[in-house]
């Protein structure tokens, strides 16, 4: 373990831990599915903070920075690629279009506790955290388990605009972050509630209000401490769609929200 935690705080990633490969019945289905390798053993998750203080803007926090996609390949390409010479053994990395589930394989691994919102909730930097994989057919030890819960005062269920959230539970179809990203023309409830959150892309307001994001850690990832834009014009959202995490939607989803929150360009 000395070796990997050596190859990856080189790389970049600070916090990690690892998991047994999930069983294939667990497994999401996506096209990166195929590029899991053979007989893989092991699940090295990785935490990529992202909070810096003091923002406040028209989007959601995560996409005020750079598309954590592109980091995260910059940081795990050639972690991987260290990892093969080292251990001599297949590793492939995932972020976001993943085949494991990232918030239950990220309890697994130890780094935190999943939160009634759904998010994984971590001791330095709160919910406030991208997530990505390394799979290996290397067997390395497991992590224990992070123990505990979060402190289930309700708070994030309660401010949930689109009350999506019960019970532990997320109702995608009442969910403003996901409403706020859908193509097309919106019904007039699904529009009313992309109103109510206020955001042109996604919804903060479960970790806004939740306490255990009240003293959270900076990131210390440089990408996601310079180029940060807080609030959307209409005229930067085409620009931004090559660097932002929105970018995939396109920018009609961006304008359509535009007009439904200030109704002019």
């Not at 940060?228 to 995939?248: D, E, H, M, N, W």
Request: charged share 20%.
């Amino acid at each position: 373990m000395t070796m990997l935690k050596q190859i990856l705080n080189q790389a970049g990633v600070r916090e990690f831990g690892v998991c047994p490969m999930p069983p294939e019945d667990a497994l999401l289905d996506c096209r990166a599915k195929s590029r899991l390798p053979e007989n893989a053993r092991s699940v090295i998750v990785c935490l990529f903070p992202y909070y810096s203080p003091g923002l406040e803007g028209n989007i959601s926090r995560y996409a005020m920075v750079e598309d954590y996609h592109k980091v995260a390949r910059e940081i795990l390409t050639p972690a991987c690629e260290s990892l093969r010479q080292a251990y001599a053994a297949e590793f492939s990395w995932f972020a976001d279009n993943s085949p494991i589930p990232e918030v239950s394989a990220a309890v697994q691994a130890g780094l935190g506790v999943q939160g009634r919102n759904g998010l994984l909730i971590t001791p330095d930097y709160g919910t406030y955290v991208f997530l990505g994989e390394i799979i290996t057919d290397h067997l390395f030890d497991y992590s224990a388990p992070a123990q505990g819960s979060c402190l289930g005062c309700g708070r994030c269920e309660a401010a949930c605009p689109g009350g999506a959230l019960c019970g532990g539970a997320v109702d995608i179809s009442r969910c403003v972050s996901d409403i706020s990203q859908r193509k097309g023309e919106l019904t007039p409830s699904e529009t009313e509630l992309v109103r109510a959150g206020g955001l042109l892309w996604g919804c903060d307001r479960c970790q806004l209000v939740c306490p255990h994001n009240r003293e959270v850690k900076q990131t210390h990832i440089q990408a996601f401490q310079k180029n940060i834009v807080a609030s959307v014009a209409y005229g930067q959202i085409r620009p931004l769609c090559k660097t932002r995490a929105f970018g995939f939607r396109g920018p009609r989803v961006l304008e359509r929200n535009y007009h439904i929150l200030y109704g002019v360009d």
